[in-house]
T-cell receptor, first 115, second 112 residues
Protein backbone atom coordinates (compact mmCIF):
# COMPACT_ATOMS: atom_id res chain seq x y z
CA UNK A 1 0.00 0.00 0.00
CA UNK A 2 1.28 3.46 -0.91
CA UNK A 3 2.06 5.67 2.06
CA UNK A 4 3.44 9.09 2.85
CA UNK A 5 4.44 9.81 6.44
CA UNK A 6 5.14 13.28 7.76
CA UNK A 7 6.83 14.19 11.03
CA UNK A 8 6.39 15.79 13.40
CA UNK A 9 2.60 16.01 13.30
CA UNK A 10 2.74 19.33 15.11
CA UNK A 11 5.40 21.80 16.09
CA UNK A 12 5.39 25.01 18.13
CA UNK A 13 8.28 27.45 17.75
CA UNK A 14 9.10 31.11 18.38
CA UNK A 15 9.60 33.71 15.72
CA UNK A 16 13.12 33.59 14.35
CA UNK A 17 13.58 29.85 14.91
CA UNK A 18 14.54 27.49 12.09
CA UNK A 19 12.37 24.43 11.54
CA UNK A 20 12.78 21.21 9.57
CA UNK A 21 9.76 19.23 8.46
CA UNK A 22 10.14 15.64 7.33
CA UNK A 23 8.38 13.53 4.75
CA UNK A 24 9.11 9.87 4.00
CA UNK A 25 7.36 7.77 1.41
CA UNK A 26 6.84 4.30 0.05
CA UNK A 27 4.96 4.39 -3.23
CA UNK A 28 4.92 2.70 -6.60
CA UNK A 29 5.66 4.55 -9.83
CA UNK A 30 7.14 7.64 -8.16
CA UNK A 31 7.13 10.72 -10.37
CA UNK A 32 7.70 13.71 -8.08
CA UNK A 33 7.23 15.02 -4.56
CA UNK A 34 5.31 18.20 -3.83
CA UNK A 35 5.02 20.45 -0.80
CA UNK A 36 1.92 22.54 -0.07
CA UNK A 37 1.05 25.12 2.59
CA UNK A 38 -2.50 25.16 3.92
CA UNK A 39 -3.85 28.00 6.02
CA UNK A 40 -7.54 27.44 6.79
CA UNK A 41 -8.56 26.96 3.16
CA UNK A 42 -7.12 25.40 0.02
CA UNK A 43 -3.52 24.17 -0.10
CA UNK A 44 -1.16 26.43 -2.01
CA UNK A 45 1.71 25.00 -4.00
CA UNK A 46 5.26 25.52 -2.63
CA UNK A 47 7.74 23.18 -4.31
CA UNK A 48 7.99 20.31 -6.72
CA UNK A 49 10.99 17.97 -6.55
CA UNK A 50 11.93 15.27 -9.01
CA UNK A 51 15.67 14.79 -8.62
CA UNK A 52 17.77 13.88 -5.60
CA UNK A 53 20.15 16.38 -4.10
CA UNK A 54 18.91 19.47 -5.89
CA UNK A 55 17.70 22.03 -3.40
CA UNK A 56 14.74 24.18 -4.30
CA UNK A 57 14.59 27.58 -2.61
CA UNK A 58 11.99 30.30 -2.29
CA UNK A 59 12.89 33.04 0.13
CA UNK A 60 13.22 31.52 3.60
CA UNK A 61 11.87 28.14 2.48
CA UNK A 62 13.93 25.39 0.94
CA UNK A 63 13.43 21.73 0.21
CA UNK A 64 15.46 18.75 -0.91
CA UNK A 65 14.69 15.21 -2.00
CA UNK A 66 16.58 11.96 -1.40
CA UNK A 67 15.24 9.31 -3.78
CA UNK A 68 17.58 6.64 -2.45
CA UNK A 69 16.41 6.97 1.15
CA UNK A 70 12.87 7.94 0.07
CA UNK A 71 12.43 11.16 1.99
CA UNK A 72 12.28 14.91 1.67
CA UNK A 73 12.73 17.79 4.08
CA UNK A 74 11.28 21.26 4.10
CA UNK A 75 13.31 23.91 5.92
CA UNK A 76 12.01 27.26 7.05
CA UNK A 77 14.56 29.73 8.40
CA UNK A 78 13.85 32.84 10.50
CA UNK A 79 10.24 31.78 10.98
CA UNK A 80 7.49 34.39 11.14
CA UNK A 81 3.96 34.21 12.54
CA UNK A 82 2.71 34.17 8.95
CA UNK A 83 4.40 30.80 8.47
CA UNK A 84 1.86 29.23 10.84
CA UNK A 85 -0.01 26.66 8.77
CA UNK A 86 -0.33 22.98 7.97
CA UNK A 87 2.43 21.84 5.61
CA UNK A 88 1.44 18.96 3.39
CA UNK A 89 3.74 16.60 1.56
CA UNK A 90 2.39 14.73 -1.45
CA UNK A 91 3.90 12.16 -3.77
CA UNK A 92 2.87 12.15 -7.41
CA UNK A 93 2.50 8.71 -8.94
CA UNK A 94 1.89 7.53 -12.46
CA UNK A 95 -1.36 5.65 -12.65
CA UNK A 96 -1.65 2.41 -14.59
CA UNK A 97 -1.79 3.09 -18.31
CA UNK A 98 0.37 6.18 -17.89
CA UNK A 99 -2.44 8.57 -18.76
CA UNK A 100 -3.02 10.00 -15.35
CA UNK A 101 -1.24 10.94 -12.21
CA UNK A 102 -2.28 10.64 -8.60
CA UNK A 103 -1.18 12.54 -5.51
CA UNK A 104 -0.91 10.63 -2.24
CA UNK A 105 -0.79 13.00 0.72
CA UNK A 106 0.70 12.74 4.16
CA UNK A 107 -1.32 13.86 7.17
CA UNK A 108 0.55 17.15 7.36
CA UNK A 109 2.61 19.00 9.96
CA UNK A 110 0.83 21.73 11.91
CA UNK A 111 3.36 24.50 12.47
CA UNK A 112 2.59 27.22 15.00
CA UNK A 113 4.95 30.19 15.19
CA UNK A 114 4.50 32.29 18.31
CA UNK A 115 5.61 35.93 18.48
CA UNK B 1 -4.20 32.59 -16.26
CA UNK B 2 -6.11 29.64 -14.90
CA UNK B 3 -8.73 29.90 -12.16
CA UNK B 4 -10.64 27.18 -10.37
CA UNK B 5 -14.01 27.86 -8.75
CA UNK B 6 -16.01 25.82 -6.27
CA UNK B 7 -19.44 26.40 -4.81
CA UNK B 8 -20.95 26.63 -2.40
CA UNK B 9 -18.25 27.67 0.06
CA UNK B 10 -20.10 26.22 3.04
CA UNK B 11 -23.05 23.88 3.31
CA UNK B 12 -25.07 22.40 6.17
CA UNK B 13 -27.27 19.50 5.18
CA UNK B 14 -29.38 17.00 7.15
CA UNK B 15 -28.65 13.28 7.04
CA UNK B 16 -30.43 11.63 4.12
CA UNK B 17 -30.57 14.75 1.95
CA UNK B 18 -28.97 14.92 -1.52
CA UNK B 19 -25.74 16.73 -2.35
CA UNK B 20 -24.35 18.50 -5.37
CA UNK B 21 -21.02 20.32 -5.32
CA UNK B 22 -19.72 22.00 -8.43
CA UNK B 23 -16.23 22.82 -9.64
CA UNK B 24 -15.26 24.72 -12.79
CA UNK B 25 -11.88 25.61 -14.24
CA UNK B 26 -11.23 28.66 -16.40
CA UNK B 27 -8.35 29.45 -18.67
CA UNK B 28 -7.41 25.96 -19.78
CA UNK B 29 -8.85 23.11 -21.79
CA UNK B 30 -8.88 19.36 -21.29
CA UNK B 31 -7.55 19.45 -17.72
CA UNK B 32 -7.31 16.47 -15.42
CA UNK B 33 -9.76 17.05 -12.57
CA UNK B 34 -9.82 15.67 -9.03
CA UNK B 35 -12.09 15.59 -5.98
CA UNK B 36 -10.52 15.26 -2.54
CA UNK B 37 -11.96 15.13 0.95
CA UNK B 38 -10.13 16.40 3.99
CA UNK B 39 -11.40 15.32 7.41
CA UNK B 40 -10.36 16.78 10.75
CA UNK B 41 -8.15 19.39 9.06
CA UNK B 42 -5.51 16.95 7.90
CA UNK B 43 -4.50 14.63 5.06
CA UNK B 44 -6.32 14.76 1.75
CA UNK B 45 -8.03 11.65 0.47
CA UNK B 46 -8.51 11.35 -3.27
CA UNK B 47 -12.14 10.47 -4.06
CA UNK B 48 -12.46 10.73 -7.86
CA UNK B 49 -10.46 11.82 -10.85
CA UNK B 50 -11.28 12.47 -14.47
CA UNK B 51 -9.13 12.71 -17.59
CA UNK B 52 -11.97 13.78 -19.89
CA UNK B 53 -15.69 14.34 -20.38
CA UNK B 54 -17.68 11.42 -19.03
CA UNK B 55 -14.53 9.63 -17.80
CA UNK B 56 -14.62 9.12 -14.05
CA UNK B 57 -12.42 6.92 -11.89
CA UNK B 58 -13.24 6.22 -8.28
CA UNK B 59 -10.49 5.76 -5.73
CA UNK B 60 -12.53 4.59 -2.75
CA UNK B 61 -15.95 2.96 -2.42
CA UNK B 62 -18.35 5.34 -0.76
CA UNK B 63 -21.66 7.12 -0.70
CA UNK B 64 -20.59 9.67 -3.32
CA UNK B 65 -20.46 9.85 -7.11
CA UNK B 66 -18.89 12.23 -9.59
CA UNK B 67 -19.69 13.40 -13.10
CA UNK B 68 -17.99 15.51 -15.74
CA UNK B 69 -20.66 16.79 -18.11
CA UNK B 70 -18.40 19.41 -19.72
CA UNK B 71 -14.67 19.71 -20.26
CA UNK B 72 -14.08 22.15 -17.40
CA UNK B 73 -16.89 21.15 -15.06
CA UNK B 74 -16.69 18.50 -12.35
CA UNK B 75 -19.60 17.65 -10.07
CA UNK B 76 -19.65 15.68 -6.82
CA UNK B 77 -22.99 14.21 -5.81
CA UNK B 78 -24.76 12.05 -3.30
CA UNK B 79 -28.32 10.77 -3.21
CA UNK B 80 -28.42 10.46 0.58
CA UNK B 81 -25.84 12.06 2.84
CA UNK B 82 -24.38 10.29 5.86
CA UNK B 83 -22.88 11.90 8.97
CA UNK B 84 -19.50 10.55 7.88
CA UNK B 85 -19.70 12.61 4.68
CA UNK B 86 -18.90 15.78 6.66
CA UNK B 87 -15.60 17.34 5.73
CA UNK B 88 -13.76 19.80 3.56
CA UNK B 89 -14.14 18.99 -0.13
CA UNK B 90 -11.50 20.21 -2.51
CA UNK B 91 -11.49 20.19 -6.28
CA UNK B 92 -8.13 20.28 -8.03
CA UNK B 93 -6.81 20.41 -11.57
CA UNK B 94 -3.63 19.86 -13.48
CA UNK B 95 -2.89 20.20 -17.13
CA UNK B 96 -2.38 16.72 -18.57
CA UNK B 97 1.18 15.67 -17.76
CA UNK B 98 2.15 18.75 -15.75
CA UNK B 99 3.74 18.16 -12.37
CA UNK B 100 1.90 20.85 -10.45
CA UNK B 101 -1.64 20.38 -9.23
CA UNK B 102 -3.74 23.33 -8.09
CA UNK B 103 -6.64 23.42 -5.70
CA UNK B 104 -9.93 25.29 -5.61
CA UNK B 105 -11.11 27.19 -2.53
CA UNK B 106 -13.03 24.22 -1.16
CA UNK B 107 -16.50 23.51 0.23
CA UNK B 108 -16.96 22.88 3.93
CA UNK B 109 -19.81 20.39 4.33
CA UNK B 110 -21.46 19.67 7.66
CA UNK B 111 -24.01 16.87 7.78
CA UNK B 112 -26.30 17.15 10.80
Amino acid sequence: EDKVVQSPLSLVVHEGDTVTLNCSYEVTNFRSLLWYKQEKKAPTFLFMLTSSGIEKKSGRLSSILDKKELFSILNITATQTGDSAVYLCAVDQVKSGGSNYKLTFGKGTLLTVNP
Amino acid sequence: SQTIHQWPATLVQPVGSPLSLECTVEGTSNPNLYWYRQAAGRGLQLLFYSVGIGQISSEVPQNLSASRPQDRQFILSSKKLLLSDSGFYLCAWRWRTAYEQYFGPGTRLTVT
